[in-house]
């Protein structure tokens, strides 16, 4: 049974930042690809960030140049740092691989406002 931890949520100001991490646990995770999604109150859940293997990472055009993905494969962790928070970015984060998803973390909550 995979089970995922994320962690590293809280309140901030438009403009700060914060990292979240992911814990994955249960089975081995270095050759898979990774992601973090979102999911907003009344809006679907969707992929911000996800990471190959080998590192390549990919970003939507809504959070390119703010957020970065990174991994640490010997440590089966997952990390986002975002940068240049909007409150758009409000929402409820998960990792996850990108395909053939495991069962859902419980997730953390980035909240930015003034």
């Known amino acids: 049974q995979v089970q995922l931890v994320e962690s590293g949520g809280g309140l901030v100001q438009p403009g700060g930042s914060l990292r979240l991490s992911c814990a994955v646990s249960?089975?081995?995770?270095?050759?898979?690809?990774m992601g973090w999604y979102r999911q907003a109150p009344g809006k679907e859940r969707e992929l911000v960030a996800s990471?190959?293997?080998?590192?390549?990472?990919y970003y939507p055009d809504s959070v390119k140049g703010r957020f970065t993905i990174s991994r640490a494969n010997a440590e089966k962790m997952l990390y986002l740092q975002m940068n240049s928070l909007k409150p758009e970015d409000t929402a409820v984060y998960y990792c996850?691989?990108?395909?053939?998803?495991?069962?859902w973390g419980q997730g953390t909550q980035v909240t930015v406002s003034s």
């Open positions: 990471i190959t293997s080998g590192r390549s990472a």
């Open positions: 249960g089975s081995d995770f270095s050759f898979a690809v």
């Open positions: 996850n691989r990108v395909s053939s998803r495991w069962s």
